[in-house]
T-cell receptor, first 113, second 110 residues
Framework: NTKITQSPRYLILGRANKSLECEQH?????MYWYKQSAEKPPELMFL???????RNETVPSRFIPECPDSSKLLLHISAVDPEDSAVYFC?????????????FGEGSRLIVV | GDQVEQSPSALSLHEGTDSALRCNFT?????VQWFRQNSRGSLISLFY????TKENGRLKSAFDSKERRYSTLHIRDAQLEDSGTYFC???????????FGTGTRLQVSP
């Protein structure tokens, strides 16, 4: 899947700061961050529509999203915790609300040591 | 809150057999999307339905158009490459949140 690219794909961190990046080439106006922990379904963290944050789930404050334009999404992580070990998926859709197909990137696997 | 109950949680099939996965919703949903997550962890969209049925090759999905409280995914003539974890994800009315089911882990063997 080259339509939604995420980087880095793998990340091993101690208690450091890092940013995950996502870019979509689908012309969508909504972008999402999902977290998938081991043996669990993906869970929504943040949703942007037209660069505006419109949904912010219960996420620790060390996760800060940024949407510099409608095709790019960042997730800044500070002082990671072992419970943050997971795969972080970026997704996009044509609209921010209702009735549209979600497309996922390949994910960024974060391992906290 | 809105819940998506998916069954079965795990399923083993022999090649060539048929089966069905199901998602029940605790409330009326606006739409449902089915995904397969492969061994590399990629989430692949299979179907998006706002109503009715859709078919693609050996896969067919249906969304209860009347009460909008369940959806099914039928797999016909299962193949080894169908192995993976299948998720349904549903969107409630008047919300922009998509909630995932807990997944069905499918293993197809020769």
């Amino acid at each position: 899947n080259t339509k939604i690219t995420q980087s880095p794909r793998y990340l091993i961190l101690g208690r450091a700061n890092k940013s995950l990046e996502c870019e979509q080439h689908l012309g969508h106006n909504a972008m999402y961050w999902y977290k998938q922990s081991a043996e669990k379904p993906p869970e929504l963290m943040f949703l942007y529509n037209l660069k505006q944050l419109i949904r912010n789930e219960t996420v620790p404050s060390r996760f800060i999203p940024e949407c510099p334009d409608s095709s790019k999404l960042l997730l800044h992580i500070s002082a990671v915790d072992p419970e943050d070990s997971a795969v972080y998926f970026c997704a996009s859709s044509q609209y921010g609300n209702s009735g549209n197909t979600l497309y996922f990137g390949e994910g960024s696997r974060l391992i906290v040591v | 809150g809105d819940q998506v109950e998916q069954s079965p949680s795990a399923l083993s099939l022999h090649e060539g057999t048929d089966s069905a996965l199901r998602c029940n919703f605790t409330t009326t949903m606006r739409s449902v999307q089915w995904f397969r997550q492969n061994s590399r962890g990629s989430l692949i969209s299979l179907f998006y339905l706002a109503s009715g049925t859709k078919e693609n090759g050996r896969l067919k999905s249906a969304f209860d158009s009347k009460e909008r409280r369940y959806s099914t995914l039928h797999i016909r003539d299962a193949q080894l490459e169908d192995s993976g974890t299948y998720f349904c994800a549903a969107e409630a009315p008047n919300t922009d949140k998509v909630v995932f089911g807990t997944g069905t882990r499918l293993q197809v063997s020769p």
